[in-house]
């Protein structure tokens, strides 16, 4: 299957000048160089597709996630927004926006207390202050 699909290890890229679409260069092991554009407003969309699939792959184990030696580093994303909601069930969401582009988790009600408790942790200085 790869054949026909290039196995890619990086991305470079940037806004198009209208800044309506992010043009995309994808540079394969093997040289090949695939070039892409997606509308700015579909971008949420790529990123949910690429998360919900690597989901899939790393329940079934097909992922080795221990980090190469000459493995990138985690590159943090600049958050615009963070929004919580409860719709009902035992499930709450977790919007996080970037630019116009926002992405919904899905977690347990459950893990919300943890997850508050850490945030609060974090928002706290050194005094025990609130920042």
Not at 34 to 54: C, E, Q, R, Y
Not at 59 to 72: I, L
């Given at each position: 299957?790869?054949?026909a ?6 991305f470079?890229g ?23 554009a ?5 971008v ?28 990138a580093q985690v ?26 582009a ?9 893990s ?20």
């Amino acid at each position: 299957m790869t054949a026909a699909f290039p196995v890619i290890y990086s991305f470079e890229g940037g806004p198009s000048a209208d800044g309506q679409t992010l043009l995309i260069r994808a540079t394969g092991f093997d040289a090949s160089i695939t070039t892409f554009a997606i509308p700015v407003d579909n971008v949420k969309h790529f990123i949910a597709f690429l998360l919900a699939w690597v989901g899939t792959l790393s329940e079934v184990g097909a992922v080795d996630d221990t980090n190469a030696p000459d493995e990138a580093q985690v590159m943090p994303i600049p958050a615009t927004s963070i929004a919580i909601g409860a719709p009902g069930g035992q499930e709450g969401y977790i919007g996080i926006s970037v630019g116009r582009a926002e992405l919904v988790f899905a977690l347990p009600l459950a893990s919300f207390g943890p997850l508050g408790q850490t945030l609060l942790t974090a928002g706290t200085s050194a005094n025990g202050a609130a920042t």
